[in-house]
């Protein structure tokens, strides 16, 4: 699972919610143009996770999820969740989701969340831990996983 890293999950689980739409002979609950308020969130998303990519720049630490973290971020989004990226894209794929309107393109977003809850989240949570002790302790029971 090392080799799916965050973004390639993400991408994945976009073109799933685009494929079942195609695949699957349900109608659309959402139709144009109401479902453009899907590009409202993949954008909103998008811009969360871009942010957050500059900020690890600023501060020269580790965004690669199974690499060595070099500092803890508390600022910014980091005050509202500890996990703002996974949220970005979580957004993103919901705004992907509404976009196409069709209900079975919530298996995309849930297997997102999923693997990014049970899995990315909680490695990065030990490596956190271990890098940084009682100061990411502090911070994680300050501020909620997802929001």
């Known amino acids: 699972m090392k080799k799916v890293i965050p973004p390639v999950l993400f991408i994945l689980c976009a073109f799933l919610i685009i494929g079942l739409r195609f695949l699957t002979p349900e109608q659309p609950f959402l139709m144009p143009p109401i479902s453009y308020i899907g590009t409202a969130f993949i954008l909103f998303g998008l811009g969360i996770t871009v942010k957050i990519g500059k900020l690890f720049d600023k501060v020269n630490t580790e965004?690669?999820?199974?690499?060595?973290?070099?500092?803890?971020?508390?600022?910014?989004?980091?005050?509202?969740?500890?996990?703002?990226?996974?949220?970005?894209?979580?957004?993103?794929?919901?705004?992907?989701?509404?976009?196409?309107?069709?209900?079975?393109?919530?298996?995309?977003?849930?297997?997102?969340?999923?693997?990014?809850?049970?899995?990315?989240?909680?490695y990065e949570e030990k490596t956190l831990k271990k890098e940084f002790g009682e100061e990411y302790v502090i911070y994680k029971s300050k501020v909620r996983r997802w929001i």
């Open 63 to 122: 965004i690669h999820t199974f690499k060595k973290p070099r500092q803890l971020i508390q600022s910014g989004f980091f005050k509202i969740s500890r996990n703002p990226i996974y949220l970005g894209f979580t957004i993103s794929l919901i705004g992907v989701w509404i976009l196409i309107g069709n209900l079975i393109g919530l298996i995309g977003i849930l297997i997102f969340f999923l693997i990014s809850n049970f899995w990315y989240i909680p």
